[in-house]
């Protein structure tokens, strides 16, 4: 299995808080995403980096903020929470050329 | 733009064959196919490129019809293990920017 940890697993907070979700791999891949699940709604990708300080918009990043720092590290971080924002989300990495995304275990996010 | 998968959900009993269809209004470079079990991440099953190329897993074969922006993940003689939610996701041809856009995904139930 690809080397890829999201943390924490689980989290509750209440609207208007500040939270910071996190990935780490340890396959020094280059590109990484973030996406949300839905009922309904699929997989839709927040951000997604590909590269160190290179990121960029996905389909629903109103509310969103990404950071990369490291080829390791891709946080995700919600200002302020909304309930809106109560979701499962999934990072993935994925290598260079034509290879798949690996995803993480999830984060399951609920804001009361 | 989200691509878009039909059926929304099938219900099959084991043996029988089914048809999974992904299409999008964009021109493709890529299409993945992905599945998801209950409470897990998505898994991978398989990419193609544009140039109309086939590609089989043991029961599970797909293909990518460029002119038409569409591709169908075929599941032969389904096992119980097929079930779960299958999701497309498909690279563009413009950007070639590497963002992968998932549909909302196909929910596939296998009765014994």
């Known amino acids: 299995d690809a080397g890829i940890t999201q943390s924490p697993r689980h989290k509750v907070t209440e609207t208007g808080t500040p939270v910071t979700l996190r990935c780490h791999q340890t396959e020094n891949h280059r590109y990484m995403y973030w996406y949300r699940q839905d009922p309904g709604h699929g997989l839709r990708l927040i951000h997604y980096s590909y590269g160190v300080k290179d990121t960029d918009k996905g389909e629903v990043s109103d509310g969103y903020s990404v950071s990369r720092s490291k080829t390791e590290d891709f946080l995700l971080t919600l200002e302020s929470a909304t309930s809106s924002q109560t979701s499962v989300y999934f990072c993935?990495?994925?290598?260079?050329?034509?290879?798949?995304?690996?995803f993480g275990n999830g984060t399951r996010l609920t804001v009361t | 733009q989200q691509p878009v998968q039909s059926p929304q959900a099938v219900i099959l009993r084991e043996g029988e064959d089914a048809v999974i269809n992904c299409s999008s209004s964009k021109a493709l470079y890529s299409v993945h196919w992905y599945r998801q079990k209950h409470g897990e991440a998505p898994v991978f099953l398989m990419i193609?490129?544009?140039?109309?190329e086939q590609k089989g897993h043991e029961k599970i074969s797909a293909s990518f019809n460029e002119k038409k922006q569409q591709s169908s993940l075929y599941l032969t003689a389904s096992q119980l293990s097929y079930s779960g939610t299958y999701f497309c996701?498909?690279?563009?041809?413009?950007?070639?920017?590497?963002?992968?856009?998932f549909g909302k995904g196909t929910r596939l139930h296998i009765l014994p």
């Open positions: 993935a990495i994925r290598g260079t050329g034509t290879s798949p995304l690996h």
């Open positions: 193609l490129l544009k140039g109309g």
């Open positions: 996701g498909t690279e563009t041809d413009m950007n070639r920017d590497d963002k992968i856009i």
